[in-house]
């Protein structure tokens, strides 16, 4: 009891200087004040680890199962290489399919595929709008712009950032691009087919325009001359080959072969250099737009042929005057022409005739015996390759069905992803406020009872006793208890 006494009793040899006293005082309240929530705030932080990962391996074990679910409806292999995918379905018949048919045919059939063709392309076009994909739709179905890198409208709460937070569960192996730009590269293909066949339209259209404006130039030399269209004739060449003449003119100069050519547009030259090159120029500044493949030599190839022809029926003392002439059918193009060659228009064809010198006339049983030649040995319009790409198209529209659902999949478990994240997430902040921050009110109550014993006059032994419990109490009030007795006991012992 003495020993007790003599450790409460405050020495009377000692003063307190009680303004050095307060200003200790309010340093060490204010200590505790950042000291208290730091600890809190560090034990809630390991307690939220802990809790998080529980809480994901939850998620996880809900999203393992909903993904084979989903799977399983939608008919994809998870883990599946896309790209190798894609390869497998368009292995075998990747490019478009040649079909022969005579060359009047072609036209006609090529735009009636190509309506075909812009119908598949707008229902896909219609499909690819009401999935659930973010993007852009042109409502004349001639752009699409999906993806979450091509579209520039996502939100951060759109269904692009849903995406993004479910990237793990998604099914988007080996691509360094999102799913869904598969279906956007697929109907840019289909319309890039569509692209390719109007340029072979535009082709077929302008020879067809030149045939059909030298056929009504050349109703102006009816009865004057003997005009035969479309005569084919078998080659003597050690190749085999057929010889097509669009027109065949018998005249008193002797037999004109003619190839028509439709070049060029307005404000265009056509210009044949000296050497044979032909090119087409811009008619102002001369810079050349194309270079053409010179119809010289395939003229020249069916001018032998009719002539090894005249040889081997008419004999070879019969000298039949073989004239090659080039018929260009568009009269907006200017012609520039440095070489010896024939270039006329169909127009200028009685002037050009008439000019040709040094031949034998050749009399109306000659000229009758020519056509009726031409007519028995033309063994009629061999067939040509025309491009289909119906089977290209339907290739597409395969992948595009593939992954489709691929994409369809990938949405559906963002979005369980979201759900199962929120159906989760109570649980988690139920715990969580259990370490919940105090607030200021909270601590200035805590702190309140460290006042008496800073204040009143107990010895420094029994008030860093009463400070080291009463400070671990705060946490856990047994251990504090106990941290108290047992400082007490060591220090009166």
């Not at 939100?155 to 080996?174: C, F, I, M, P, Q």
């Not at 339907?394 to 979005?415: C, I, K, Q």
Request: hydrophobic residues 40%.
């Amino acid at each position: 009891m003495k020993l007790y006494k003599q450790f409460l009793r405050v020495p009377d040899t000692k003063t307190i200087n009680k303004t050095h006293f307060e200003e200790e005082t309010m340093s060490f309240a204010y200590g505790l004040l950042q000291i208290v929530p730091t600890i809190a705030e560090n034990r809630e932080e390991k307690q939220k680890r802990a809790m998080q990962a529980d809480f994901m391996q939850v998620v996880d074990r809900e999203m393992g199962a909903f993904c084979e679910r989903k799977a399983a409806e939608y008919g994809i292999t998870r883990g599946m290489n896309l790209i190798e995918l894609q390869v497998s379905i368009t292995r075998d018949q990747c490019c478009c399919e040649e079909l022969l048919m005579k060359n009047e045919e072609a036209l006609p059939f090529l735009e009636k595929e190509r309506e075909e063709l812009m119908a598949r392309r707008d229902a896909m076009f219609d499909r690819l709008q009401r999935l659930p994909v973010e993007g852009e739709f042109a409502l004349d179905r001639s752009e699409v712009r999906i993806g979450r890198r091509e579209c520039r409208t996502s939100t951060a709460d759109g269904r692009n950032a849903l995406l993004s937070k479910a990237e793990k569960y998604l099914e988007n192996s080996v691509l360094d691009f999102p799913t869904e730009e598969y279906l956007q590269r697929a109907y840019n293909s289909i319309s890039n087919i569509i692209g390719e066949m109007d340029k072979d339209i535009a082709i077929q259209q302008k020879g067809v325009s030149g045939e059909k404006e030298v056929n009504e130039q050349l109703r102006l030399y009816e009865g004057k001359y003997r005009i035969l269209q479309n005569i084919v004739l078998e080659s003597a060449d050690s190749q085999g080959n057929t010889s097509e003449v669009d027109v065949y003119i018998i005249t008193d100069r002797g037999l004109v072969v003619v190839e028509v050519k439709n070049y060029g547009n307005e404000n265009q030259r056509l210009h044949i250099t000296n050497d044979g090159r032909w090119v087409m120029e811009d008619i102002h500044n001369g810079n050349i737009l194309r270079r053409i493949d010179s119809p010289v030599e395939q003229n020249t190839r069916h001018c032998l042929a009719v002539e090894r022809l005249l040889a081997q029926e008419l004999g070879e003392d019969c000298h039949i005057p073989v004239i090659p002439v080039i018929f260009i059918a568009n009269n907006k193009v200017s012609i520039h022409n440095e070489s010896r060659s024939s270039v006329i228009r169909v127009s200028e064809f009685y002037t050009f005739i008439n000019s040709v010198q040094g031949t034998d006339t050749l009399s109306g049983e000659m000229q009758e015996k020519i056509e009726n030649l031409l007519k028995e040995h033309n063994i009629g319009a061999r067939d040509f390759p025309v491009k289909s790409r119906r089977r290209m198209v339907g290739l597409l529209e395969e992948v595009e069905a593939v992954f489709t659902n691929y994409v369809l999949y990938n949405n559906e478990v963002a979005e369980e992803y979201q759900k199962a994240i929120i159906r989760n997430t109570p649980v988690y902040e139920k715990k969580k406020r259990k370490w919940k921050k105090p607030s200021t009110m909270t601590i200035i109550l805590c702190l309140l009872p460290y006042l008496p014993i800073l204040l009143f006059d107990w010895t420094p032994e029994f008030r860093m006793v009463l400070l080291a419990g009463y400070t671990m109490m705060l946490f856990n009030i047994p251990v504090g208890l106990f941290a108290a007795v047992l400082l007490f006991f060591i220090l009166i012992l």
